[in-house]
């Protein structure tokens, strides 16, 4: 099975603030090419959100291409082929918005949504996000990056297809219980799930002898912690049940009683002030005026949750 996987990043709430576009090529099920694009969006405004989901900064855009300069480049990856993509309603929007924003030719394709597919196909797992379902089958990857997102989404379409012993996208989309949806001519139609379809025989092969959720650390025994921001190795919740099931209390916000605050950004001391979230503001706030509080990363507290590098800096 041939197929072209793609992800996109954006810079606020507009569709069409494209700041990062990742491709993978697939040729026979199995991953041939990975490319990426930095993009200088239109306009050009950086919301403090989307900077905590793909930690993209104005400086790191300014002198790259806008999409218009770079659709030549782009288009030949998806005219008349079939793409894939975790969450194709967000991302086939950006497409489409960023297409019209230049007055740009939609290129004519057809398309699958793993999202749309893992809900049918892994309906047994918590939760149905790129990296719960990748984690699922063994598969890592730096879910901050837009072409590591896309190579996870193709690293799906190739599990299921192997599962499955099929080979062609319309057999998998029939058997799974999804419709594919196309792109072309100005027009465009969304992949849907049509009927509960197989479920994956494979659910309980799942090895999770370093699965997170089996952490038995002490770090956050009687810590009082605030999340912020969307989490990448597990859900909010998820999260907030396993830190108070190794003793720590979870809290929605920062106060003086605070010990530790999680956010998805590396090197967050690097964000302008109207970058930062208001837990982040307030807990530097806190932080500088000489409150114990330390501010931690995903990379960090998956490091604490496997054991490692339990001694941490402050900020």
């Known amino acids: 099975m041939d197929f072209v996987a793609i992800d996109f990043k954006t810079t606020n709430e507009k569709r069409a603030s494209v700041c990062y576009l990742g491709i993978t090529v697939v040729k026979n099920n199995k991953i041939t090419e990975e490319k990426y694009w930095l993009i200088k969006p239109c306009p ?49 929007s950006v497409l489409r918005n960023t297409l019209d924003l230049y007055k740009l030719e939609y290129p004519n394709l057809d398309y699958g949504c793993t999202l749309v597919g893992s809900k049918v196909f892994y309906r047994d797992l918590t939760n149905h996000k790129l990296n719960t379902v990748n984690r699922h089958m063994g598969y890592k990857f730096n879910h901050h990056h837009a072409s590591a997102d896309a190579s996870a989404a193709a690293n799906m379409l190739i599990n299921i297809a192997k599962e499955l012993n099929l080979d062609k996208i319309e057999d998998i989309s029939k058997v799974v219980g999804f419709k594919l949806g196309h792109m072309g001519n100005n027009t465009y139609l969304p992949c849907k799930k049509v009927k509960e379809g197989v479920v994956s025989t494979k659910y309980k092969d799942y090895n999770d002898k370093d699965d997170l959720f089996l952490s038995n650390t002490n770090y956050f025994n009687n810590k009082i912690v605030v999340l912020t921001g969307e989490l990448y190795l597990m859900s ?13 209390t979870v809290r929605n916000f920062v106060t003086k009683k605070n010990n530790i605050l999680i956010n998805n950004v590396k090197n967050s001391e690097n964000l302008n002030t109207n970058q930062m979230s208001n837990k982040l503001k307030t807990a530097l706030n806190y932080i500088n005026q000489g409150q114990d509080l330390i501010i931690i990363d995903e990379e960090k507290l998956e490091e604490i949750l496997k054991g490692k590098n339990t001694i941490l800096n402050k900020y």
């Open 236 to 248: 909010r919740t998820e999260a907030t049940n396993l830190i108070e099931k190794l003793g720590g």
């Open 44 to 92: 050009f405004r950086f919301e403090s959100r989307n900077i905590m989901i793909h930690g993209i900064r104005g400086e790191d855009v300014t002198n790259e291409k806008e999409f218009d300069k770079l659709w030549p480049e782009i288009k030949p990856y998806l005219e008349n082929n079939l793409v894939i993509d975790h969450n194709a309603s967000f991302d086939f």
